[in-house]
């Protein structure tokens, strides 16, 4: 599967926006999908994860209640809602794809699992 995202910008604090990650290949609903962010000097870090079928949801403790992760499988997209954005926000975005048939939620969490990435859109927050 090749990952196009894009959808990055700058914003202001408390402001929003949705990135998109496009998807072509293999079909999009045998894939566990997820959102990192790599802030400059830092490692690349877990933001969201949802299931192939969209029924479950997995958020990193800092953007629980204001990010929002969704996938349209006839669309062959996912995406990220994020609102009430912070300048700690501010990171490159990355979505990634997980083939994998996963037994314990952890797994969602876990750079590892995700085998097939995009190429990264950088958001940034001012304050």
């Known amino acids: 599967v090749q990952l196009q995202a894009s959808g990055g910008g700058l914003v202001q604090h408390e402001g929003s926006l949705r990135l998109s990650c496009a998807a072509s290949?293999?079909?999009?609903?045998?894939?566990?999908m997820g959102w990192f962010r790599q802030a400059p000097g830092k490692e690349r870090e877990f933001v969201a994860a949802?299931?192939?079928?969209?029924?479950?949801?997995y958020y990193e403790d800092s953007v629980q209640g204001r990010f929002t992760i969704s996938r349209d499988n006839a669309r062959n997209t996912l995406y990220l809602q994020m609102n009430s954005l912070k300048p700690e926000d501010t990171a490159v975005y990355y979505c990634?794809?997980?083939?994998?048939?996963?037994?314990?939620?952890?797994?969602?969490?876990?750079?590892?699992?995700?085998?097939?990435w995009g190429q990264g859109t950088l958001v940034t927050v001012s304050s």
């Open positions: 949802i299931s192939l079928s969209g029924g479950s949801t």
């Open positions: 290949g293999r079909t999009f609903n045998t894939y566990n």
């Open positions: 990634a794809a997980d083939p994998e048939s996963r037994k314990y939620y952890s797994d969602y969490f876990n750079l590892k699992s995700y085998a097939y």
